[in-house]
Nanobody
Framework: QVQLVESGGGLIQAGGSLRLSCAASGRTFSSYAMGWFRQAPGKEREFVAA????????YYVGSVKGRFTISRDNAKNTLLLQMNSLKPEDTAIYYC?????????????????WGQGTQVTVSS
């Protein structure tokens, strides 16, 4: 079992920045690829970014590429998402997730564990 707890969400004006954190506990964090997903009201949960278990490989959905940066600190069992140049369309609940794989995972079904989410609201 892996327990994931997100933090760092909030209300921010368009153009601003937020950094989301995901604290992991339980099984060895470094054995899991990690990802961020988001779900806006009335929409399905969508992939945002992913990182391999070593941190060497990352992947982003096109709409956030160049604005968001995913990173991890395996010594601190922490996953981060730095979000810059935020837009109102980034408003959603953001979830971190863990996948027991050594590859970058971009689909929901690849992930085994999920956090409860943190709300990000970007005002125009």
């Amino acid at each position: 079992q892996v327990q994931l707890v997100e933090s760092g969400g909030g209300l921010i004006q368009a153009g601003g920045s937020l950094r989301l954190s995901c604290a992991a506990s339980g099984r060895t964090f470094s054995s899991y690829a990690m990802g961020w997903f988001r779900q806006a009201p009335g929409k399905e949960r969508e992939f945002v970014a992913a990182i391999s278990w070593t941190g060497d490989s990352t992947y982003y959905v096109g709409s956030v590429k160049g604005r968001f940066t995913i990173s991890r600190d395996n010594a601190k069992n922490t996953l981060l998402l730095q979000m810059n140049s935020l837009k109102p369309e980034d408003t959603a609940i953001y979830y971190c997730a863990a996948a027991y794989t050594n590859a970058v995972a971009t689909t929901r079904r690849a992930y085994d564990y999920w956090g409860q989410g943190t709300q990000v609201t970007v005002s125009s």
